[in-house]
């Protein structure tokens, strides 16, 4: 079975600032990647996915990620946070038909003033 | 806009009462998913389901079961709440073709059980 880590549980950060959320899985093989923002009492939305070509993918909210299949990691990043960014990352991998999912553990990003 | 809507955001229930959590999606999605949220351990798939009357077990069945006799409705039940099933609750879906993979969330179910 697949394993997703994501190291970090709390990420503070200032605004403006750039950030990293690390994601590592435990397969290459045929791997489907995504990352979901989950705001305060919402569900949780879908802001990259990384499904084959280039293995930088670019979302919505000028978040980013790259596919890196040696390291076997899938790393989301931001050259600027905003305040409005404060929500919690969840990194997701897929393998064959999408109905297995297997979640991170989810990373808190606190964006201060 | 594809909207997933989860009948209750907040329930407080009792130990050995029987729970249905509803979620409803208008996007004729022939999939829909039962996650189920706890700090620290990210997302755990309970049930899914790919076609109505149809259902495979995720990696945490016990305790729960699921319905699925429409479409666009997929009911998650605990036939008797225990504690341990405290937990946010989230049910999701996405198209039946293999498309992007992209799952569309509902808001969230809060379920505490005393």
């Known amino acids: 079975a697949q394993s997703v880590t994501q190291l970090d549980s709390q990420v503070p950060v200032f605004e403006e600032a750039p950030v990293e959320l690390r994601c590592n899985y435990s397969?290459?093989?045929?791997?489907?990647l995504f990352w979901y923002v989950q705001y305060p009492n919402q569900g949780l939305q879908l802001l990259l996915k990384?499904?084959?070509?280039?293995?930088l993918v670019k979302g919505i909210n000028g978040f980013e990620a790259e596919f890196n299949k040696s390291q076997t990691s899938f790393h989301l990043r931001k050259p600027s946070v905003h305040i409005s960014d404060t929500a919690e990352y969840f990194c997701?991998?897929?393998?064959?038909?999408?109905?297995?999912?297997?979640f991170g553990s989810g990373t808190k990003l606190n964006v201060k003033p | 806009d594809v909207k997933v809507t989860q009948s209750s955001r907040y329930l407080v229930k009792r130990t050995g009462e029987k729970v249905f959590l509803e979620c409803v999606q208008d996007?004729?999605?022939?999939?829909m998913f039962w996650y189920r949220q706890d700090p620290g351990l990210g997302l755990r798939l309970i049930y899914f389901?790919?076609?109505?009357?149809?259902?495979e077990k995720g990696d945490i069945p016990e305790g729960y079961s699921v319905s699925r006799e429409k479409k666009e409705r997929f009911s998650l039940i605990l036939e008797s709440a225990s504690t341990n099933q405290t937990s946010m609750y989230l049910c999701?879906?996405?198209?039946?073709?293999?498309?992007?993979?992209?799952?569309?969330f509902g808001e969230g179910s809060r379920l505490t059980v005393l």
């Open positions: 997701a991998v897929s393998q064959g038909n999408f109905n297995k999912f297997y």
């Open positions: 397969s290459s093989v045929s791997v489907y």
């Open positions: 999701a879906s996405r198209p039946g073709d293999r498309g992007t993979g992209e799952l569309f």
């Open positions: 990384y499904l084959s070509g280039s293995t």
């Open positions: 389901s790919y076609d109505v009357k149809m259902k």
């Open positions: 996007m004729d999605h022939e999939n």
